[in-house]
């Protein structure tokens, strides 16, 4: 069993933004194909259809009745499943919970929400959305959507995303109970486009560093990101760090153009090739907007896919230092088939490569295994998370960058800088207490009942200079874990308080804040970003 802090820290997200979003997302082609027609014709025109003649079949004489549909799903998701690990058929159903992460808006009434002891929470409404016009403010509980009770029913976040998005220019109902005030308040609200962003923050953290938190690459990753650049730039960056940590992917052209901001023209960037596509190469443009200054960029176990190919070519170019762990390892490219009934199946049809010709898709056998999917898993349980000595390549997948670096291929972006996540016995108790959630819990409840006084600072940084975690605050945290069900342990408490108390205040800025008043305070205590503005210091 391995102790540390870190790890424990992203444990909650990481396994499942790893191992669900990584196979949703990742470098994909999403395309309204102009073959589409022809290739659905194609299939219909085949004299002997296996699939549907046993179904018809068994339809017909089949000793119960049968959904038919569910038969047919059954059948392309088995196909699937035997090709590679990241080819799926999405339902109609899902198609659009798939796809909106990656489109850069959806519509809906634009409110964060979170479920806490089966209520749903208002964290923040959305700046100009459709609930701050109506109304709705933070910290408002939903009991009812149109009619619906959603509250005390162990109702799920995908169950009330389905309520509360739907097409613009809708209407719907929300039921909310606000403190303070009796009974319930009625609010209805007209669903519009709302945007998502995947800049989650752009700051300037120490003078001349600058900082940019990407967490997907969608339609809108580009203009994101280049204004963000702007910004910085005109604050005074003068080196940057690049945070893909759990970034599972995205679109492969939104990964290319963040990668030509910070390389000359003509540089090779990624180049994709399959039995059926021909080899495709994405080379930078004249133009880039940090092509110039020290660039570091963060990866992890959950960096997959598009952020593979971002710090791959950044690395392979000489370009940039990557610091952290070992990537996730998809180098694999899927093209989007929307088939008529609104579904659509995303086929892997090529390989990516990195300027150096490296392949970095990990090793997998008979399409979506059990050991595909646990490889992070064994990572963890043989040290690698602990120790770099426990890393081992195949010396037949060594390459050399024209500067030197020796990197390898099959099997994810190896950093340059490594950064082992902490084994520590001391932070035991630390762990059991991140690993139950009850820091989030207790920062959400705290928030909740003094959102007044925290709604009176008037912005971030005026939070972040006058409010701090008391031994009060930190002495109720103390009786929270215990009243949840940990033993004491003085010492165990005493040792993590600073790691507590900054991840307290946090998740308390977040609540009030969002993500711009997260990371500002998070990253004081988040060794990975320390190494890297230290080996930025040491460039200087």
Known sequence: MYNNKRFSVYLPIAFALMLIAGFFLGATLVRNLPDNKSLLQGFKSQKYDPINDIISYIKQDYVDSVDVDALKRSAIEGIMTDLDPHSQYIS????????DPLLGNFDGIGVQFRIEKDTVYIINTIPGGPSEKAGILAG????????????GVKITNNEVMKLLKGERGTKV??????RGVKGLLVFEIT??????YSVDIAFVPEPGIGYIKLSKFSATTS????????????????NLVLDLRGNSGGYLQAAINVADEFLPDGKLIVYTQGLNRPRQIANASKTGLFEKGNLIVLIDEGSASSSEIVAGALQDNDRA??????????????????????SAIRLTVARYYTPTGRSI????????????????????????FTSQDSIKFNDSLRYTTPGGRVVYGGGGIMPDVYVAVEKNEKYRYYNAIINKGLVYQFAFEYTDNNRKMLNSFKNFDDFNSKFSITPDIFQSF????????????????AFAKNDISNLMKALIARNIFDDKGFYPVYLKTDKTFLKAVEELKKMN
Request: charged share 30%; net charge negative; hydrophobic share 35%.
């Open 361 to 384: 898709q990990k090793p997998y056998e008979n399409g979506h295994s059990d050991e595909y999917l646990e490889e992070l898993h064994d990572r963890m349980v043989s040290g690698e």
């Open 173 to 178: 109902n929300i039921s909310i109970a606000r």
């Open 321 to 342: 230092i990557i610091v952290g762990r070992r990537s996730f390892g998809k180098g694999l490219v899927q093209e989007q088939l929307s088939l008529p009934d609104g």
């Open 223 to 238: 203009e994101e990101f280049n204004q963000a650049l702007i910004t910085l730039k005109s604050k005074g960056m003068k």
């Open 191 to 196: 669903r519009d486009v709302i945007p998502t």
């Open 478 to 493: 103390a009786a929270f874990v215990a009243k949840n069900g940990l033993e004491q342990d003085a010492a165990g408490m």
């Open 140 to 151: 408002d509980h939903i009991i009812k959507v149109e009619d619906k009770l959603i509250a």
């Open 92 to 99: 109609a159903e899902e198609f659009n919970e798939v796809n």
